[in-house]
């Protein structure tokens, strides 16, 4: 199975930051696309990021451009979602995948327990 694990998470002041990583065991990430999603309690799973297996970036999600970036450090088979000037609104639970590409959006890993960010005075 193609399975990853989110770490990273925290409570953070608004305006903070955080990097969250995400990191395969079992197989290499350097042929997959990877995104990033968000789910807050009582709202739909969003797609925030995703990166392409040639290191392109995509934004889904208008309310972080500028403030989220993407990255991925194939040599340490591990994507990188740093989180800058943190609102509370992006309070959720921070999950990342395995995907065909960024355009389609296929899911090709199993969804792992995340990592909760909160965002709070």
């Known amino acids: 199975q193609l399975q990853l694990a989110e770490s990273g998470g925290g409570l953070v002041q608004p305006g903070g930051s955080l990097r969250l990583s995400c990191a395969a065991s079992?197989?290499?990430?350097?042929?997959?696309?990877i995104g990033w999603f968000r789910q807050a309690p009582g709202k739909e799973r969003e797609e925030v990021l995703c990166?392409?297996?040639?290191?392109?970036?995509?934004v889904y999600a208008d309310s972080v451009k500028g403030r989220f970036s993407i990255s991925r450090d194939n040599a340490k088979n591990t994507v990188y979602l740093q989180m800058n000037s943190l609102k509370p609104e992006d309070t959720a639970i921070y999950y990342c995948a395995a995907l065909a590409d960024c355009v389609s959006r296929y899911v090709q890993s199993s969804w792992g327990q995340g990592t909760q960010v909160t965002v709070s005075p």
């Open positions: 990166i392409t297996s040639s290191g392109w970036s995509t």
């Open positions: 079992g197989f290499s990430l350097d042929y997959y696309a």
